[in-house]
C-alpha cells in the first residue's frame, strides 16, 4: 500500500510530523506553489493558517485534497465557495486554543477594571497618582459566540464573580438566540467578541450595536478582525459612547505601522496573540498527527467543520 | 448621659458620620493639634490612616481614647510601645479591603502571564510583534501572609487554576508555617506578599530570599513597603534571578519622582492602590458606623488587633 501524500502549507516543518515517518509521503508547498501540488495531494495541513493561499488556489474541479486540517479556530480564510461544494472534510483546532483565550480575556477584563494601562503610563511619567479601581466581581459580562471558545471565556469571567450571557446564533439551554443580543449589548459591562467571522456574523459590531452599549461598557474581539467595522469602534470610543476597548483582531493583519487604531485613546491593540501560549505549535501538531492516525485508521475524524455554516457546531 | 468625643483624624469629614448625630461629639483633629486632643477623646478614629501623628503623638500616661479605629488593614502606623501596653482597644478594616486586593493580584499575575507590559510598549511604538504569553492555569504561586487578604488572593488566583500555598507564621490547617517558606519560594512561579509589617516580617524579602527563586518567578507585594529590601529587588531583577515584580506599596510613600524604582526593568509601580476601588471610602465610613454602634451598645467590638502581634488574628 503506497503512502498517502501529505501536502504541507509551511515554510517551516511543523513539529511532530515525524511522528509520521511510514505514514504519509510528506511534501511541502508555498503559496506559489500550491496550485499546482494541491490535485495529488490526499490531504492538505494549512500550517500556514495565516495564509489565504488555500482559498485562491483552491480547484474548482478534478483531483483535490480528501481532507483539509487548519491549526487555527476560525476557518474563514479557507472556504470558498468550491470548497463548501466539494466532499472535501475540513478539520479544525478545537481544544488547543479555549483556555489560553479565556485567560487572555480574563487578563484583559481585570486590567481595565484596575487601570493598569494609567498605572504603566503614569510610572513612565514617574507620577504617583492614586485610582480608585473597579470591583469585577458583581459585573455583568456578554460574550458572543457560543462555541467552545465562548464558552471557555464564559466560565473563566464567571470564575471572577462575573454574571455572564453567552449568546449563540440560536437559543439553547444556556445560551441566548441573536433575537437577546440587542438587550443584551445594552446592559453588559464587558462586551467580548468570539464569534467565527461568516457571512451572518461580518460588520455585526458597528454603530448601531456600539450605540446600544453602556457608556461605562468595555468591548474586547478576540474573534475576527472583520466582526467589527474599525471605523464605527474608533468613533464609539472618541465619542465616549464606550470607555474602552481591547483588539487583538483586525480587518488588516498584520496591523501597518500607519494605521489609525495605534494611538486611539481607550483602545488597547495586541498581535493576534490571545490563543498563543509556550508550546502551541507543539500542541497543534500533536493534533494534526492524532488526527492523521484517525484518518489513516478510517475512523470518523474529529473536529469537524460544517462547512456551509463555517465553524465544527456545538453537540447541545 | 453626655455624648462621647470621637476624635477624627482629617482633613475632611468622613462620609457616613452624620449618622452618629446626637450620639457622638465629633471634634476633628489635623497633625499638630492631635497630642492636644487626645486626652479630652473617647474614641479616636484615624480616617486618614496614612499619618505617622498617632504613633508620635500617643501618651505615655494619662487620659487617652478607650477605643482607636484604623480604616486599614494594616496596623503599623499606629502602634508604638505606649499603645500596645496600653488597655486602648484597637480595630481595623478587616473585611473591606479582602475581595479588591484579591482581584488585583489577579490583575498582575495575568497581565505579567500575557505581557500586556511588553504590548502596551508596542502598541506606543506602532510596532505588530508577535509572543507567546504563559498559562495561568497550572502554575504555583506561594501568598506569604495567611490572613483575610492573603486567604482571599489564594481563592483568587485558585479560581484561575492555580496551585496555592499560604505560608503564614504558624503552621494550621491548608496554611504552612514560616519554617516552609524557603522550600515554597524556591518552586513558586507566583510569590504574593500580604503580610502585616512586624518587627517579625520587616525586611523578609531580602537578598536572600530572591536568590532562592526561579529565575522565571514574579515577585508581587500588596503589604507594606518595608516588608521588601527594595534594594535587593532591584538587584535581582537586574541580575535576572527573578523574571519581574509589581510594587503597590513602598518603603515611602507617595514615591518621589526621583526614585529608582520608577524605571527598573520588569517592575512595575503602582501607587497603593490595590484594595481601593470605587465606593471605598463609603465602606469604610459605614463600617466605622457599625462599630461606633456596638461600641455605644456595650457589646464587644469585632476587628480586634491584637496589638503584640500586629494584626487581626485568624479564629482557626
Redesign the interface.
Known amino acids: 500500500m503506497s503512502e498517502p501524500t501529505l501536502l504541507v502549507l509551511a515554510a517551516d516543518p511543523p513539529p511532530r510530523l515525524g511522528r509520521l515517518t511510514g505514514r504519509a509521503r510528506v511534501v511541502y508547498a508555498d503559496e506559489q506553489s500550491l496550485a499546482a501540488q494541491l490535485p495529488d495531494a490526499d490531504v492538505l495541513l494549512v500550517w500556514d493558517f495565516t495564509s489565504d493561499a488555500v482559498r485562491l488556489a483552491w480547484p474548482g474541479e478534478g483531483p483535490r485534497p480528501r481532507w483539509v486540517h487548519t491549526p487555527s479556530a476560525g476557518v474563514d480564510r479557507l472556504l470558498c465557495p468550491e470548497l463548501i461544494a466539494s466532499d472535501t472534510v475540513l478539520t479544525n483546532a478545537r481544544g488547543v486554543f479555549e483556555?489560553?483565550i479565556a485567560?487572555?480575556v480574563?487578563?484583559l477584563v481585570?486590567?481595565m477594571?484596575?487601570d493598569?494601562?494609567g498605572?504603566?503610563e503614569?510610572?513612565?511619567q514617574?507620577?504617583?497618582?492614586?485610582?480608585?479601581?473597579?470591583?469585577?466581581?458583581g459585573t455583568r459580562a456578554t460574550v458572543v459566540g457560543a462555541g467552545p471558545i465562548g464558552r471557555a471565556v464564559a466560565r473563566?469571567l464567571e470564575?471572577?464573580g462575573v454574571t455572564v450571557a453567552v449568546v449563540g446564533r440560536t437559543a439553547r439551554t444556556g445560551i441566548h438566540g441573536t433575537e437577546d443580543l440587542d438587550p443584551l449589548l445594552s446592559r453588559a459591562d464587558w462586551v467580548v467578541c468570539a464569534a467565527p467571522l461568516t457571512e451572518a456574523t461580518r460588520g455585526m459590531f458597528d454603530k448601531r450595536r456600539f450605540g446600544l452599549m453602556q457608556p461605562s461598557a468595555r468591548f474586547i474581539n478576540v474573534g475576527r478582525g472583520p466582526l467589527v467595522v474599525e471605523d464605527d469602534l474608533v468613533a464609539a470610543l472618541k465619542k465616549r459612547w464606550i470607555a474602552g476597548a481591547a483588539l487583538d483582531v483586525f480587518v488588516s493583519?498584520?496591523?501597518s505601522?500607519?494605521?489609525a487604531l495605534?494611538?486611539v485613546p481607550g483602545l488597547?491593540?495586541?498581535?493576534?496573540?490571545?490563543g498563543?501560549?509556550?508550546g502551541?505549535r507543539d500542541r497543534l501538531g500533536e493534533q494534526f498527527v492524532e488526527l492523521y492516525e484517525l484518518w489513516m485508521a478510517g475512523k470518523p475524524l474529529l473536529n469537524v467543520v460544517d462547512k456551509k455554516r463555517g465553524y465544527v457546531p456545538m453537540h447541545d
Open positions: 483556555e489560553p485567560e487572555y480574563a487578563a481585570l486590567a477594571a484596575k493598569l494601562t498605572t504603566l503614569l510610572q513612565r514617574r507620577r504617583w497618582r492614586h485610582r480608585e479601581g473597579l470591583r469585577v466581581a473563566s470564575a471572577l493583519e498584520p496591523l505601522p500607519d494605521n495605534w494611538d488597547i491593540v495586541s498581535p493576534h496573540m490571545s498563543d501560549t509556550v502551541w
